[in-house]
């Protein structure tokens, strides 16, 4: 599904801060799996996932998405990608404070122009599938860590993406709403979507959820294997 | 019919981040109001005051001839009205008989004037609604003088003349008539000492106003010591006036319009920090910079339209209901006679667009320049907040 060829990324390249986050990744992601990058701070998880979900282009290297080249692609079609491909999960959630939950989740699905009415009810309903349909009209200042975490998944759910990415998804939570937030990601790879993780807590990589774990250790990946 | 429904869903994500920072877009809204409601009155009153000047002088003499001695108004005899007539293209010449009155008692300047329909009415007035409120400072009510009360006018020999008020001249016209005083010509004579062949001026009806100008040089050709003035050029002269005094207040607001662009220059170009996250958060999660641009104009779209039209609506009460309370002494009159009136509205199309494309098109241009900016910056900055 995804293949990376000789990645690598160079940030303030030809200064004197020049930083390698990436070097040689070569890596294939098949489709329908749960994939976790383990490592520790600083091995260049999040550049990866950035690279992986059309969010950062690689200062070198090659990427297809099913069969297709995207490396190239100017940034309107990149952007393109990331919307109807990828759901986002961000380490802090990254809501829209002052808004409502509903109007949080369905922000996404905005540039795509479909019917108001029809993209609310399809909100809704994903906002009771997560059992919080009622904090929907709620501020998101005013969450819980699960709930905002809820709110943040139905986010990444609503433009009904193949593959769902989460950066850290647990650092911010408690083992109960980590354990919780698995049991989410384990009904959406049943249902068929492929889910990319990037996490070093034990509750994720060693989670029955995840079919293969990358490990990563200063920028290069160390192990692509198998299963836990 | 997408492109419609994106526009409104963008729209409606602007709207409800505009109820985010409520205190500072109302603040920024009462400000900009506030420039386009000084504005807007100014060209609105000033506007309708040279439509209401030109309106009243419509009926006034196409040229008026004068006497000039040694460069001051003199008056005029009698028998030049004759050598005028002959002029080839001259219809009718009427003189006229006016004068400027101080009165010690109000301490006001009155305009009189001789107006043929008291001719046999000796002792009567007719007069202007200034005169009515200003003559009449110890009546009972507060009220202006009326029907049958006495003016008492000083002679040119010290002996009091009064003359008996017979009507007020229509509020409509009180613009230019607000001091006028009409009067019989003995009155008239007997109060300036005038002898019977002078006049003050004379009032040339032509065939056409095209020979006007040719008409004027056979009359200084003919009576070196006169001055004709053509009714265009007094209507130049209000014009004049009006704008003069419409710059005046526009060099006050000045500093007020400069206060806002510094207001808004700073609103506009300063992004703050939970902004620029927001539009990362927007990048990351599938906007395109074309889409972020959208939102922002519609938020300096929905401000400034919203100021602009408030600040518009609040002008038009202003001048033409209220009056123009806040800068109607500087506009109006320069006597000690006010006109009290009510303007007749006349909001010119040209103006309006204008001020649009002078307040509402840079803000909103100042509102997406650095979002423009910031929208461009690489999504994955947002991964790592």
């Given at each position: 599904m995804i293949h990376l060829q000789d990645i690598r990324k160079v940030f303030n390249a030809g200064k004197p801060n020049e930083f390698v986050a990436i070097e040689g990744v070569n890596l294939a992601i098949d489709s329908h799996g749960a994939i976790a990058l383990k490592g520790p701070s600083g091995s260049g998880k999040t550049t990866l996932l950035s690279i992986l979900g059309c969010m950062a282009r690689p200062t070198s290297g090659r990427i297809t998405l099913q069969e297709r080249e995207i490396t190239s692609l100017p940034e309107r079609f990149l952007t393109e990608i990331r919307r109807e491909t990828f759901g986002f999960i961000f380490q802090q959630f990254n809501l829209i404070k002052g808004i409502t939950v509903l109007e949080n989740v369905m922000l996404p699905a905005y540039p795509n122009a479909e019917n108001h009415a029809s993209l609310k009810k399809r909100a809704m309903d994903l906002l009771d599938l997560l059992n919080i349909g009622g904090k929907a009209l709620a501020k998101v200042e005013w969450l819980s860590g699960g709930e905002a975490q809820r709110t943040a998944i139905a986010r990444a759910l609503i433009n009904n993406p193949t593959i769902i990415i989460a950066d850290e998804p647990t650092a911010h939570l408690d083992t109960h709403l980590s354990a919780e937030f698995m049991e989410i990601m384990r009904q959406l790879k049943q249902e068929g979507k492929t889910i990319l993780l990037a996490s070093h807590d034990p509750i994720v990589y060693e989670s029955k959820v995840i079919d293969r774990i990358v490990e990563m250790r200063d920028g290069k990946v160390v192990s692509a294997g198998g299963g836990p | 019919m997408k492109a419609l429904e994106k526009q409104r869903n963008i729209l409606d994500f602007t709207l409800s981040s505009l109820g985010r920072r409520k205190g500072k877009n109302i603040a920024l809204v009462m400000v900009y109001t506030f420039v386009i409601f000084l504005l807007a009155s100014v060209l609105f009153f000033t506007h309708s005051l040279k439509?209401?000047?030109?309106?009243?002088?419509?009926?006034?003499?196409?040229?008026?001839?004068?006497?000039?001695?040694?460069?001051?108004?003199?008056?005029?005899?009698?028998?030049?009205?004759?050598?005028?007539?002959?002029?080839?293209?001259?219809?009718?010449?009427?003189?006229?008989?006016?004068?400027?009155?101080?009165?010690?008692?109000?301490?006001?300047?009155?305009?009189?004037?001789?107006?043929?329909?008291?001719?046999?009415?000796?002792?009567?007035?007719?007069?202007?609604?200034?005169?009515?409120?200003?003559?009449?400072?110890?009546?009972?009510?507060?009220?202006?003088?009326?029907?049958?009360?006495?003016?008492?006018?000083?002679?040119?020999?010290?002996?009091?003349?009064?003359?008996?008020?017979?009507?007020?001249?229509?509020?409509?016209?009180?613009?230019?008539?607000?001091?006028?005083?009409?009067?019989?010509?003995?009155?008239?004579?007997?109060?300036?000492?005038?002898?019977?062949?002078?006049?003050?001026?004379?009032?040339?009806?032509?065939?056409?106003?095209?020979?006007?100008?040719?008409?004027?040089?056979?009359?200084?050709?003919?009576?070196?010591?006169?001055?004709?003035?053509?009714?265009?050029?007094?209507?130049?002269?209000?014009?004049?006036?009006?704008?003069?005094?419409?710059?005046?207040?526009?060099?006050?607001?000045?500093?007020?319009?400069?206060?806002?662009?510094?207001?808004?220059?700073?609103?506009?170009?300063?992004?703050?920090?939970?902004?620029?996250?927001?539009?990362?958060?927007?990048?990351?999660?599938?906007?395109?910079?074309?889409?972020?641009?959208?939102?922002?104009f519609w938020e300096g779209a929905a401000v400034s339209l919203m100021a602009f039209f408030m600040g518009i609506f609040l002008a038009y009460l202003h001048v033409f209901l209220a009056s123009s309370i806040l800068f109607a002494p500087v506009l109006k009159g320069w006597s000690v006679l006010y006109p009290h009136f009510r303007l007749t509205p006349y909001i010119n199309a040209y103006q309006i667009a204008t001020l649009f494309f002078l307040t509402v098109i840079p803000y909103t241009v100042a509102t997406i320049v650095p979002s423009w900016r910031s929208a461009t910056i690489d999504p994955d900055s947002v991964m790592r907040m």
């Amino acid at each position: 599904m995804i293949h990376l060829q000789d990645i690598r990324k160079v940030f303030n390249a030809g200064k004197p801060n020049e930083f390698v986050a990436i070097e040689g990744v070569n890596l294939a992601i098949d489709s329908h799996g749960a994939i976790a990058l383990k490592g520790p701070s600083g091995s260049g998880k999040t550049t990866l996932l950035s690279i992986l979900g059309c969010m950062a282009r690689p200062t070198s290297g090659r990427i297809t998405l099913q069969e297709r080249e995207i490396t190239s692609l100017p940034e309107r079609f990149l952007t393109e990608i990331r919307r109807e491909t990828f759901g986002f999960i961000f380490q802090q959630f990254n809501l829209i404070k002052g808004i409502t939950v509903l109007e949080n989740v369905m922000l996404p699905a905005y540039p795509n122009a479909e019917n108001h009415a029809s993209l609310k009810k399809r909100a809704m309903d994903l906002l009771d599938l997560l059992n919080i349909g009622g904090k929907a009209l709620a501020k998101v200042e005013w969450l819980s860590g699960g709930e905002a975490q809820r709110t943040a998944i139905a986010r990444a759910l609503i433009n009904n993406p193949t593959i769902i990415i989460a950066d850290e998804p647990t650092a911010h939570l408690d083992t109960h709403l980590s354990a919780e937030f698995m049991e989410i990601m384990r009904q959406l790879k049943q249902e068929g979507k492929t889910i990319l993780l990037a996490s070093h807590d034990p509750i994720v990589y060693e989670s029955k959820v995840i079919d293969r774990i990358v490990e990563m250790r200063d920028g290069k990946v160390v192990s692509a294997g198998g299963g836990p | 019919m997408k492109a419609l429904e994106k526009q409104r869903n963008i729209l409606d994500f602007t709207l409800s981040s505009l109820g985010r920072r409520k205190g500072k877009n109302i603040a920024l809204v009462m400000v900009y109001t506030f420039v386009i409601f000084l504005l807007a009155s100014v060209l609105f009153f000033t506007h309708s005051l040279k439509k209401e000047a030109a309106l009243i002088l419509q009926d006034a003499p196409a040229m008026t001839v004068q006497r000039l001695v040694a460069g001051r108004q003199d008056m005029i005899p009698m028998h030049y009205i004759d050598s005028i007539r002959q002029i080839k293209g001259v219809q009718s010449v009427v003189p006229r008989l006016w004068g400027y009155y101080y009165d010690a008692l109000s301490g006001a300047n009155y305009t009189l004037m001789v107006n043929a329909d008291l001719n046999d009415r000796a002792g009567e007035i007719i007069i202007g609604n200034g005169v009515s409120w200003r003559s009449a400072p110890g009546k009972r009510n507060n009220q202006g003088l009326q029907k049958n009360d006495i003016i008492p006018f000083k002679t040119y020999d010290g002996t009091v003349l009064g003359l008996k008020v017979k009507g007020l001249l229509p509020f409509a016209s009180e613009l230019v008539t607000a001091d006028l005083i009409l009067v019989s010509e003995t009155d008239f004579r007997k109060i300036f000492a005038i002898a019977n062949d002078q006049a003050t001026d004379l009032v040339l009806q032509v065939r056409n106003a095209k020979e006007l100008p040719t008409i004027a040089a056979k009359i200084t050709q003919i009576h070196p010591d006169t001055r004709p003035i053509l009714r265009q050029e007094i209507l130049r002269t209000y014009d004049a006036v009006f704008d003069w005094r419409g710059g005046v207040i526009l060099m006050v607001l000045a500093g007020v319009f400069f206060a806002f662009i510094i207001l808004a220059w700073d609103k506009a170009t300063g992004l703050s920090a939970e902004e620029k996250r927001e539009i990362g958060i927007l990048k990351a999660i599938g906007w395109e910079t074309s889409d972020i641009l959208l939102m922002k104009f519609w938020e300096g779209a929905a401000v400034s339209l919203m100021a602009f039209f408030m600040g518009i609506f609040l002008a038009y009460l202003h001048v033409f209901l209220a009056s123009s309370i806040l800068f109607a002494p500087v506009l109006k009159g320069w006597s000690v006679l006010y006109p009290h009136f009510r303007l007749t509205p006349y909001i010119n199309a040209y103006q309006i667009a204008t001020l649009f494309f002078l307040t509402v098109i840079p803000y909103t241009v100042a509102t997406i320049v650095p979002s423009w900016r910031s929208a461009t910056i690489d999504p994955d900055s947002v991964m790592r907040m």
